[in-house]
């Protein structure tokens, strides 16, 4: 994508707002917050039953408690902050503000403040995805699903999508990664039974029953998240034939370059005498690691 491309999206959202494309992440904690009125739109009492969830939004699993104890304060102070909406046909369609929405239907409330705007899809999955992460409410499985969407349906390189989220490549490209994972494990992820550091190790792995085996393993012996990588590393160099254990004597800092090697590059890396080993899963990871390296032209 042309750069004078990148700078046409979500230029919806600036001129709506206006405001430069740059100031939306601030845009929505502003909305969020209730501190600031947005020119040229006022809030008006919507009725709730009109309203249809976001089909964009990324966020799958709401806290029950959270959203109990945010319905019993709408029902003594109300809803403060406006949610975002969009017109559609027979009613409307949800921009930002589920949590509210959720929470006023569960304190019984018939109607909610709301702000009509002009958003395309293209916007409501970039404001949706924006707004949970800017408060860290995704799970990295959601997150990674998010980054997924936006990819295949606007077209972004990992690239665009880290100039969009405020992210580096690197951190995009890991978390995509984690949609390897067999969906049992992706569960336990969302479940919040493993973190996102438990599950990374696990796509040194080839055999996915392998995968789902070693998590519940993590889950019944309670492993720390060093202890799945010194497991993983020694599983693998069995596979491989090697030593099931890494050399006692190496280096530390061929140690840390392999750590950080590993970080940058999303796929496990070892560093033997005169090899170095950057460990693939097929075709599509090959491409990405390519790309990583600046070995080939996007497209």
């Known amino acids: ?12 959202i600036g001129a709506i707002f206006e405001r430069d494309d740059k100031d939306i992440s601030k845009l929505l904690d502003d909305i969020q917050n209730g501190s600031e009125q947005i020119p040229g739109h006022k809030a008006t009492e919507v009725n709730i039953s009109e309203i249809r969830p976001n089909p964009y939004q990324p966020r799958k699993e709401f806290d029950e408690k959270a959203l109990n104890e945010l319905a019993e304060s709408i029902k003594i102070h109300g809803v403060f902050t406006p949610i975002l909406i969009r017109k559609s046909v027979g009613g409307y369609e949800l921009i930002a503000g589920e ?75 890991n978390m995509l990664r984690l949609l390897k994972l067999p969906h049992e494990v992706q ?28 998590a519940k393993k993590i889950l019944q012996e309670k492993l720390s998240v060093r202890a799945v990588e010194e497991y993983i590393r020694e599983l693998t160099g069995k596979q491989k034939g090697s030593q099931s254990k890494l050399p006692l004597d190496k280096d530390p800092h061929i140690r840390d370059l392999e750590n950080r090697l590993s970080s940058k590059l999303g796929t496990q890396v070892e560093i033997s005498t005169k090899a170095i080993n950057i460990r693939y899963s097929g075709i599509d990871d090959l491409n990405r690691l390519l790309e990583e390296l600046n070995l080939i032209e996007e497209e």
């Open 1 to 12: 994508m042309a750069e004078k491309d990148r700078k046409v999206l979500g230029k919806g």
């Open 99 to 173: 949590r509210r929405l959720r929470a006023s239907k569960l304190a019984g409330l018939e109607t909610i403040p709301a702000i009509e705007v002009e958003f395309s899809d293209e916007e409501m999955m970039e404001v949706s995805l924006l707004e949970n992460i800017q408060r860290e409410d995704l799970s990295p499985i959601e997150e990674a699903s998010a980054y997924e969407s936006l990819i295949k349906r606007l077209g972004y390189t990992q690239e665009q999508l880290a100039m969009r989220i405020g992210k580096s490549r690197e951190y995009c490209a």
């Open 187 to 214: 569960n336990m992820v969302n479940n919040k039974e493993l973190t996102m550091g438990h599950v990374r190790p696990l796509l040194a792995l080839e055999n996915e029953e392998e995968m789902v085996n070693i």
